[in-house]
């Protein structure tokens, strides 16, 4: 079975919760170091398949693979990903997020602020104006999680302060 995975949204946002979700796909790639179809893919994953297309989506957004045909193909700076160490991971990841939703609109509006560091419930009224959905929860973890992996911010749950780098 083909799955279009370009077939989904127009406004593209991060949907994966956990960055080690992408790592994995990655790795899966690599083991197989040849374009894949999705649905070999998807035998291959313990995933259920939205959770499978979001994760695609996202990896192709973040430039590390392409889809085409069904077929999943690793770029050349998904090449360059699997071999770098966390650093350069963590680096890739910040230079590619920065341009994808919710963190192009969100450091979009922290560049108004004067303060890099805002409470959480500043940033759960901006998910709630800019990305509302039945989840917003899902989106402030995304934030915070992916955020916290390409160090573009830290987190202390203790005083529900984020501050930005």
Do not use: C
């Given at each position: 079975?083909?799955?279009?995975?370009h077939s989904?949204?127009?406004?593209?946002m991060?949907?994966?919760?956990?960055?080690?979700?992408?790592?994995?796909?990655m790795?899966?790639?690599?083991?197989?170091?040849?374009?894949l179809?999705?649905?070999?893919?998807?035998?291959?994953?313990?995933?259920?398949?939205?959770?499978?297309?979001?994760l695609?989506?996202?990896?192709?957004?973040?430039?590390?693979?392409?889809?085409?045909?069904?077929?999943?193909?690793?770029?050349?700076?998904g090449?360059?990903?699997?071999k770098?160490?966390?650093?350069?991971?963590?680096?890739?990841?910040?230079?590619?997020?920065?341009?994808?939703e919710?963190?192009?609109?969100?450091?979009?509006?922290?560049?108004k602020?004067?303060?890099k560091?805002?409470?959480?419930?500043?940033?759960q009224?901006?998910?709630?104006?800019?990305?509302p959905?039945?989840?917003e929860?899902?989106?402030?973890?995304?934030?915070?999680?992916?955020?916290?992996?390409?160090?573009?911010?830290?987190?202390?749950?203790?005083?529900?302060?984020?501050?930005?780098?």
């Amino acid at each position: 079975m083909r799955i279009d995975i370009h077939s989904w949204e127009t406004k593209r946002m991060l949907e994966t919760r956990r960055v080690g979700d992408l790592i994995g796909l990655m790795e899966i790639l690599e083991d197989f170091n040849e374009p894949l179809d999705i649905a070999r893919l998807d035998d291959q994953l313990d995933e259920e398949r939205v959770t499978l297309l979001n994760l695609l989506q996202d990896a192709e957004s973040l430039g590390l693979i392409e889809v085409d045909n069904g077929d999943v193909f690793v770029t050349s700076l998904g090449r360059e990903f699997l071999k770098a160490d966390v650093e350069k991971r963590r680096d890739i990841v910040r230079e590619r997020i920065l341009h994808i939703e919710p963190f192009k609109t969100l450091l979009h509006e922290l560049q108004k602020l004067q303060d890099k560091s805002v409470e959480k419930e500043w940033l759960q009224n901006f998910i709630h104006n800019y990305f509302p959905s039945d989840n917003e929860r899902r989106t402030f973890d995304i934030i915070i999680g992916w955020g916290r992996y390409a160090r573009i911010l830290d987190y202390d749950s203790d005083s529900d302060e984020i501050r930005f780098r």
